[in-house]
């Protein structure tokens, strides 16, 4: 299958926070395989900016570097790495005070698209914000991308969406959730949308219940001091649980457009009910053998922060009343698997004699890895003998699908900025939408800390706490197995 690439229209993008983390691990390998792909046109630039100094050759190198480091694998003609280095520049900047600014205006040229790329902490996104305002950078040409966190309660976040409106329309302000940008999660969509056979059954009536998994076997390593104000309801669930929950739970849109399908998702939102404190299952990890506990890693040995969530919600409208959303997401756990399962109800009545019992189908959608999915079906067991039932996956794995390139599935950074480029908003998330998902996270955690709740442990490489298994065995239903 030959994969159609529509190069975008030429560029200029501005990465604040260039040699951060995410600069090296994410967003400089991702532009890479798009010019790979031969989708970035000649004349687009890249310029790091940061507070360090660098020359140009000296980020050229750090690029390189991260390319080699973060890329590895992927195959790009030769000479390619040179052509795109070419296009990269560094100015150094202070985004508090004076330092790089009419550099950087002198830098940008008329008539194109520019982004600035706010890769660096949220108390950042306001001065930065003014400053391009200051010397010209922030028309209507202009578009900027900010990451999470986007705030830490519904207060901050609001306050963050009044900075950027002072200088921003809504329509220039890209709010990244990477989880967005995965193959697989706009493939939800495509499946949902784009075939007849699931929408009939896709409500309380045909569905059991619906189980979200984000299972990470990495712990909280050097990010200690950050995740500890934090923890898995808003490092996790607040932005990319909620945003699978969206799209899975949503109404069809009447086009795939980016408001349609921003407000079908706001009203998901809207329609969360209140958790019961039954419902939610915290947890922090252990240590194991030489790996460090969570405990290990944060300066407050007493801290009550959650590594891992189990939640029970409930949908209050007329598709989702009475089906029953099982999220759960931690670190330290057996396996790195994130997955969705629709769990349709039982065959009311079995008509065959020797079938042991009533059967079920399942839709599970992988994200990671091994992206794809399989929908669980009952077959007759091959062979003489009986009419013996079994069940069997129908598998799609996007790899195989994809044919011999299919395992340069695109990272979802990849994805996301030229969308950005494209000026399409579709897979970021509007402020509106965000503030909702703060309303609804705020009070769950204002309870557990007025009732003083703390984790519970659980060990390194297990599926969580054992009452996380409970918030399910009570309702007489089963996680999926967290296995790689
Ligand atoms: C980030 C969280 O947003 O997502 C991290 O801050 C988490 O804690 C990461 O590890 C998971 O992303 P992915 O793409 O590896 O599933």
Not at 9 to 32: H, N, Q, W, Y
Not at 246 to 270: G, Q, S, T, W, Y
Not at 330 to 342: D, F, N, P, W
Request: charged share 25%.
């Amino acid at each position: 299958m030959v994969s159609r690439v529509i190069p975008v229209e030429s560029f200029d993008l501005v990465i604040f926070g260039g040699t951060g983390d995410l600069a090296r691990r994410k967003i400089l390998p991702a532009l890479f395989r798009r010019f790979c792909a031969g989708q970035m046109e000649d004349g687009a630039r890249i310029i790091g900016a940061a507070r360090s100094e660098h020359t140009t050759a000296e980020y050229r190198r750090f690029v390189a570097e991260a390319i080699a480091e973060f890329n590895a694998g992927r195959s790009c003609e030769t000479g390619t790495l040179d052509a795109f280095l070419d296009s990269i520049s560094f100015v150094q900047i202070d985004a508090m005070g004076d330092t790089g600014w009419s550099e950087l205006a002198g830098l940008m040229q008329p008539d194109r698209v520019r982004a600035f790329y706010f890769s660096v902490g949220p108390s950042l996104f306001g001065p930065l914000a003014e400053r391009l305002h200051q010397h010209g950078m922030a028309d209507s040409d202009t578009r900027i991308v900010v990451e999470k966190p986007f705030g830490r309660d519904l207060d901050s976040a609001r306050a963050l969406n009044v900075t950027l409106a002072q200088h921003f329309d809504e329509s220039q302000i890209y709010r990244i959730d990477h989880y967005l940008g995965k193959e697989t999660v706009q493939n939800l969509m495509a499946v949902r949308f784009g075939n007849m056979l699931f929408e009939p059954l896709w409500n309380s009536q045909y569905v059991d219940h619906i189980q979200i998994t984000v299972a990470e076997t990495v712990g909280v390593g050097g990010r200690g001091e950050y995740y500890d104000k934090s923890g898995a309801m808003r490092d996790m669930v607040q932005n990319h649980l909620m945003q699978l929950l969206c799209l899975i739970a949503m109404e069809p849109p009447a086009k795939f457009d980016p408001d349609a399908v921003r407000d079908e998702k706001l009203k998901v939102i809207r329609a969360l009910d209140a958790v019961r404190a039954e419902d939610i299952v915290r947890g922090q990890y252990l240590a194991e053998a030489e790996k460090p506990g969570y405990l290990e890693h944060v300066d407050d040995q007493t801290s009550r922060t959650e590594s891992f969530i189990a939640l029970k919600l409930g949908i209050s409208n007329w598709r989702w009343a009475g089906t029953p959303f099982y999220l759960r997401t931690g670190k330290r756990l057996r396996a790195r698997t994130s997955e969705i399962a629709v769990v349709f109800k039982e065959t009311p009545h079995s008509i065959f004699e020797d079938d042991g019992g009533r059967h079920r189908n399942i839709l599970t959608i992988r994200l990671q890895p091994n992206e794809g999915m399989d929908l669980g079906v009952t077959i007759k067991e091959p062979g003489p003998g009986g009419m013996r039932l079994i069940d069997v996956p129908l598998d799609m794995t996007f790899a195989d699908a994809l044919g011999p390139d299919g395992e340069d599935v695109p990272d979802a950074y990849e994805r996301l900025i030229m969308d950005v480029v494209r000026g399409n908003q579709t897979l970021f998330m509007r402020g509106d939408e965000v503030e909702a998902a703060w309303a609804w996270t705020d009070p769950l955690i204002a309870a557990w800390e007025a009732r003083g709740d703390r984790p519970q442990a659980y060990e390194s490489g297990s599926s969580g706490p054992e009452d996380a298994l409970m918030l399910m065995h009570r309702d007489g239903r089963r996680w999926r197995e967290i296995r790689p």
